[in-house]
């Protein structure tokens, strides 16, 4: 069993008095899915606030940053508990696996875009196109995986899949607000900058290899 399959237990047995509540309310998957994507747009609202913020009130800017970075962990629990419901619940559908998908793709892309925003609004242009890496990264691996899984390929290879991407962002946004300080977040983008574009190249390297065995 590997790390992400141990967390995964534990948080299953956290979640699951959760999962049973929302079935006795009638609440579906593609409800829950949505959920996490509209807070996902509250977190980029709050980064957008935090950029505006810089210029007159550095110190409510990181506090607004830090908050954000919590939110984005709360929403990242509704992120798991879709398809926990959708498995208990009886509900799986094709659509609602569609669905998922690409709320979980807007979601980053949201995200990211607010500290895109901080960083430019905070007179560090170069952290902005890094954070913008990150971006192309992240759907890239998505991507990469969605296309080989089309060629009946297995790719769930690298080191910066979604829930790591996600932590991250969420930590150093969070540690950023803690410490009042924009380091943390530079830190966490430049990981997933270099990993996640890594993670995507790796995963088109697994799929040369299965095919050309083909």
């Not at 929302?22 to 606030?49: D, E, R, S, Y």
């Amino acid at each position: 069993m590997n790390y992400r399959d141990f967390l995964q237990k534990i948080i299953y047995v956290v979640i699951n008095p959760v999962i049973k509540g929302m079935i006795k309310i009638g609440l579906t998957p593609n409800a829950v899915t949505t959920i996490g994507f509209l807070l996902n747009c509250v977190v980029t609202w709050m980064f957008l606030q935090a950029a505006q913020a810089f210029g007159t009130q550095p110190a409510e800017a990181y506090n607004v940053i830090g908050w954000g970075g919590g939110l984005i962990l709360f929403a990242g629990l509704f992120d798991m508990m879709d398809g926990r419901l959708a498995r208990l619940s009886g509900k799986s559908s094709t659509f609602g696996a569609l669905w998922d998908s690409t709320l979980d793709r807007y979601s980053e892309l949201v995200t990211l875009f607010g500290i895109v925003v901080i960083f430019i609004k905070a007179d560090w242009f170069w952290m902005g196109v890094v954070t913008f890496l990150a971006l192309v990264g992240s759907i890239m691996v998505s991507y990469v995986r969605a296309r080989a899984e089309g060629l009946d390929i297995e790719c769930k290879v690298g080191l910066m899949q979604r829930p790591e991407r996600v932590v991250v962002t969420a930590v150093v946004a969070i540690l950023s607000g803690c410490f009042q300080n924009l380091w943390w977040l530079a830190g966490g983008m430049i990981l997933i900058a270099v990993l996640a574009n890594i993670t995507a190249f790796w995963r088109v390297l697994h799929c040369y290899k299965v095919l050309t065995k083909k």
